[in-house]
């Protein structure tokens, strides 16, 4: 009547308690969540609309599926697979909310697009764990993704709605009013359910290039080094004038034309018109201006001639959506800093001339007074042969 392998460690309480039980009061196996639902969209759920719920990762369940959890230990962060049997496919989501109506689950509509679901079918729901994610592969479905300026803070502020992500899927999120799908090219680590979880770790993103996106072709023109063929030098040969500065006629507009610079002068020149006299001859039949009455509101004054530069560069005119950087680069100055001079150009070149014609000599200055001394003699003598000499008088011999 004694069994000695009754007391033994694996059969101790199920010779007392059948395994069933066991597993009810939660002393065997741990048991996964697992259960059906009948799906439906985001934007079926009653209340507002919650767009950021829509483009996410995380999906909305009845509240006695917490209670369920709760009493089987699920902790935080509760992940669970998505599996449409009809269709064997399978997904990996998170969850926001319990208050979905019993017996119904809401979803993202790019989940139930990756699951061929409709609204009102089955599907199962099953806990699970993910690895924290290290590395993960995107390639945008569309060229409009490049538009974006900051990729990476856009990204980071849309996996804030997402728990976890799965190879193969193709997720949505909105930004600027603009939806934009992207989907997940790998995964690591490897785990045999190509998902990882999103959530509190250092994620390592990378690109494929757009769908659509072709890379634009170098077409070699006037303005580009042609190839290397027919014996010319390596990296070809660089033009100097362009197919735009052709297109412009840039060699007439350039600071250093003397054509532009000749025909502005000539343009802003104030000799242009013939001019008027203000004491006109007699019989001349050139008409003369008449005096204009003021007019009250009217001002007499001619209006202001437009001045146009004589140098520097001419004004471009081009067609709309056109920009031209032609302009040869002057560097500026800095302060302390040199003019160079070339010295191939000659400066100062010719004959000086002085004011005085003569070389100054040695004892001209004598001879020149002596002339003078001369010069006044002959004046006083050629003047005293022209006076007929007579009887002076002075005051004191005037009779008193």
Known sequence: MFNPGFFEEDQMMGGIFPSTMLRR??????????????????VMLPGPERENVNHGG?????????????????????????????KDKMTHAGVLEFIAEEGKIYLPFWIMQTLSLDPGDLLQIKSTD?????????????????DISDPKAVLENAFRNFSCLTKGDIF?????????????????????????????????????APVGYEEPQRISGTSTPRSGMGGLPSGGVLNHQGSMSQAINYASI?????????????????????????????????????????????????????VRRTNGPQPLRLPPG??????????????????????????????????????????????????????KEDDRSGAGEGVTKGAGRTLRDAPR
């Open 25 to 42: 009061a939660g002393m065997g196996a741990p048991r996964r969540f697992d259960e059906y639902y009948r799906c439906y969209p985001v």
């Open 58 to 86: 995380k999906v909305i369940m009845p509240p006695s599926a917490l209670d369920k959890l709760t009493r089987l230990h699920i902790t935080y962060p509760m992940l669970f697979e998505l599996i449409n049997g009809a």
């Open 130 to 146: 993910l690895p924290p994610g290290q590395f993960i592969k995107l390639q945008a479905q569309s060229t409009s993704f490049l």
């Open 172 to 208: 949505t999120f909105a930004y600027n009013d603009q939806v934009y799908e992207m989907a997940v090219l790998e995964t690591k680590p490897a785990t045999d359910k190509n998902a990882i979880g999103v959530l509190e770790t250092d994620l390592e993103v990378d690109f494929a």
């Open 254 to 306: 350039a600071p250093q034309s003397k054509e532009a610079a000749a025909g502005a002068k000539a343009v802003s020149s104030n000799f242009l018109l013939g001019g008027q006299k203000l004491n006109a001859r007699k019989g001349s039949k050139a008409p003369t201006p008449k005096a204009s009455t003021p007019v009250a509101g009217t001002s007499t004054n001619a209006p202001p001639t437009s």
């Open 322 to 375: 056109k920009l031209f950087f032609g302009y040869e680069i002057k560097p500026v100055r800095k302060t302390g800093e040199r003019r160079e001079v070339d010295e191939s150009k000659p400066t100062f070149q010719g004959q000086g001339n002085t004011l005085r014609g003569g070389t100054k000599r040695k004892g001209g200055d004598e001879d020149n007074e002596k002339g003078k001394g001369k010069a």
